[in-house]
């Protein structure tokens, strides 16, 4: 079984940047690939990012290709998401998520996070 708790979200201008952050706990954090996810009112979840287990190999949305960074500290048990040039479209919930494979969390991981709120204003 495996927790993840998400943090750092909140209200951002457009074209500010934020940075999330999810601690997992658990068994077997540092072998498992992590991703986040968006949900936005009205809309359906969608793919954000993904990282494999050694941090060297990534997948990322299109939506925020060149803005969005995932990174993670398997010392730390913390995946990271570094938003950059934010606008209003990027405003939802993030979710954090884990998997076997970077290419399976991004299809469909096996645990979530709650959630946490990201505001830009516009």
């Known amino acids: 079984q495996v927790q993840l708790v998400e943090s750092g979200g909140g209200l951002v201008q457009a074209g500010g940047s934020l940075r999330l952050s999810c601690a997992a706990s658990?068994?077997?954090?540092?072998?498992?690939?992590m991703g986040w996810f968006r949900q936005a009112p009205g809309k359906e979840r969608t793919f954000v990012a993904s990282?494999?287990?050694?941090?060297?190999?990534?997948i990322y949305g299109n939506a925020v290709k060149g803005r969005f960074t995932i990174s993670r500290d398997n010392a730390k048990n913390t995946v990271y998401l570094q938003m950059n040039n934010l606008n209003a479209e990027d405003t939802a919930v993030y979710y954090c998520?884990?998997?076997?494979?970077?290419?399976?969390?991004?299809?469909?991981?096996?645990?979530w996070g709650k959630g946490t709120q990201v505001t830009v204003s516009s």
């Open positions: 998520a884990a998997g076997l494979g970077v290419r399976q969390v991004s299809n469909g991981p096996d645990y």
């Open positions: 658990g068994r077997s954090f540092s072998s498992r690939a």
């Open positions: 990282i494999s287990w050694s941090g060297g190999s990534t």
